[in-house]
């Protein structure tokens, strides 16, 4: 009899989103307190986001807001430009990754629908609809199977991303 060994050695807690993927937590570069409130932009006076090597695609995760963004483009070294273009608080926490992970497992705590694009979908154009929903998961329980997104449409909740 066989049984599923699971032992992870990283965990981040993903913010769902219907666009922007889960990052790879290797690939952080930068954290901070920033302004979100003018829609589509981070200004953040005490960093300088060119030398920090923040690049086109990165992903930023408002952590205050509960906000997921791609960095469209590196303005200046003071602004990062966004998407989606939704506003956030003039003091947000904000961490910030230069890559999406390549596939994790979940771990769901509190019940409700899943919906997510699993690894092998993150290649396919978006109009295919690569997400799966999984319904009525109960809460505490891990999802062995490899996810690169979760959907802003999930209702579970309290989700964290293992590798």
Known sequence: MAYQKLQTSD????????????????????????????????TDVGTTFLTAGIQQNAI??????????????VTDDLNLALSPSSAGGA?????I????????????????NLVVQMAAAKDLPPSTNPEITFQTIPASAFMPFQVVRVDSTTTASNIVALW
């Open 60 to 73: 930023v995760y408002n952590t205050t807001a509960q906000i997921a963004y791609y960095v469209t483009s």
């Open 97 to 112: 990754y230069n890559a999406p992970t390549i596939g994790c497992i979940l771990y769901v705590g509190g019940s409700g």
């Open 91 to 95: 003091t947000d926490n904000y961490v």
């Open 11 to 42: 965990g981040l807690a993903v913010i769902p989103s219907a666009t922007v993927m889960i990052p790879d937590p290797s690939t952080k570069v930068l954290s901070g307190q920033a302004d979100f409130s003018v829609a589509g932009t981070l």
